[in-house]
């Protein structure tokens, strides 16, 4: 019943800007936790971001942690994420996911929906 559609992936040169986002249906977007992934070809699913449920709370892996911000919009059933300075090392489909209440917000295996991806590729 719930379902989550990113957009926004697509082609971009190292240094540039993407956003993406993800709208959430068929549940109530306000109660639930939301974290960003990613994939690279031959990788583990990679935690990317997480904001909670309520306002305030945001977490971000180490790779993106100071150009990728995180932010929802409970009034849109959107969450969003933010990819400044990006580099050629995040080239990978990011994932968006949702849960009430992951208890380690990093690991995928925590969260109970998720989108099919979209495609994120930076070019050097």
């Known amino acids: 019943q719930v379902q989550l559609v990113e957009s926004g992936g697509g082609l971009v040169q190292a240094g540039g800007s993407l956003r993406l986002s993800c709208v959430v249906s068929?549940?109530?977007?306000?109660?639930?936790?939301m974290g960003w992934f990613r994939q690279a070809p031959g990788k583990e699913r990679e935690f990317v971001a997480h904001?909670?449920?309520?306002?305030?709370?945001?977490y971000y892996g180490d790779p993106v942690k100071g150009r990728f911000t995180i932010s929802r919009d409970n009034a849109k059933n959107t969450v969003y994420l933010q990819m400044n300075n990006l580099k050629p090392e995040d080239t990978a489909v990011y994932y968006c996911?949702?849960?009430?209440?992951?208890?380690?917000?990093?690991?995928?295996?925590?969260?109970?929906?998720w989108g099919q991806g979209t495609q994120v590729t930076v070019s050097s």
């Open positions: 068929g549940g109530t977007f306000s109660s639930y936790a």
């Open positions: 904001i909670a449920w309520t306002a305030g709370r945001s």
């Open positions: 996911a949702a849960d009430n209440g992951p208890a380690v917000v990093s690991l995928a295996a925590e969260y109970d929906y």
